[in-house]
């Protein structure tokens, strides 16, 4: 089955701008989580979204945000950009069902902030 | 709160010589504990992982970790490595019954010829 897609792979922005991220997860996983990497910082938790709802959020400032659709795509969105935002930022997901423990990764979206 | 401290950011090794990363973590309830590899250019995948029952796991690549509850730590060993191990190691953590898996700062694992 097809992997967690995250669309674009690659984008350039410039401070002050907006910018949305997509995350169409593995066919059945309804959890997606988002994460920001940046080096020496390690993946740091942005938030959790299940049946459309935030379930979990990290300590991030309210430019950024999320959501979730009905057919468990999600999307992150950050405002105002500045350049400390320039980072990976990974979609993971999973199923519910219990015992799933395990996060499926997309390859991630790399946003440069200029 | 849970967190995990990966102890060294930069491991280098020649190759066929063993590794050890290392990983402790806080938590005050019980946990689930992994262990993802991030090739360059690439999202991270699942190592091994540490449910419950016996505290030493096997997982792909010839890497294997150790749970040690009364340390809290949960060490990744492989007895030899090869050039293509080169690559970062995450350490996480997940509560039973949780949604928000924490991952460490990551170890950069180089692999000398």
């Known amino acids: 089955k097809a992997g967690v897609t995250q669309t674009p792979r690659y984008l350039i922005k410039t401070r002050g701008q907006q910018v949305t991220l997509s995350c169409s997860p593995i066919?059945?996983?309804?959890?997606v989580s988002w994460y920001q990497q940046t080096p020496g910082q390690g993946l740091q938790f942005l938030f959790e979204?299940?049946?459309?709802?935030?379930?979990n959020k990290g300590n991030f400032p309210g430019r950024f945000s999320g959501r979730q659709f009905s057919n468990s795509r999600s999307e992150m969105n950050v405002s105002t950009l500045e350049l400390g935002d320039s980072a990976l930022y990974l979609c993971?997901?999973?199923?519910?069902?219990?015992?799933?423990?395990?996060?499926?990764f997309g390859a991630g979206s790399r946003l440069t902030v200029l | 709160a849970q967190s995990v401290t990966q102890l060294d950011s930069q491991v280098p090794v020649f190759e066929e010589a063993p590794v050890e990363l290392r990983c402790n973590y806080s938590?005050?309830?019980?946990?689930?504990l992994f262990w993802y590899v991030q090739y360059p250019n690439q999202g991270l995948q699942l190592l091994l992982k540490y449910l419950s029952g016996s505290t030493l796991v096997k997982g792909i690549n010839g890497f294997e970790a150790e749970f040690n509850k009364s340390q809290t730590s949960f060490h990744l060993r492989k007895p030899s490595v090869h050039i293509s191990d080169t690559a970062e190691y995450f350490c996480a953590v997940l509560n039973t019954g949780g949604f928000k898996t924490i991952f460490g700062a990551g170890t950069r694992l180089f692999v000398k010829a």
């Open positions: 979204y299940f049946s459309e709802t935030q379930r």
């Open positions: 066919s059945g996983h309804r959890s």
């Open positions: 938590s005050s309830v019980s946990v689930y």
């Open positions: 993971a997901t999973r199923t519910e069902t219990p015992g799933a423990n395990v996060l499926t």
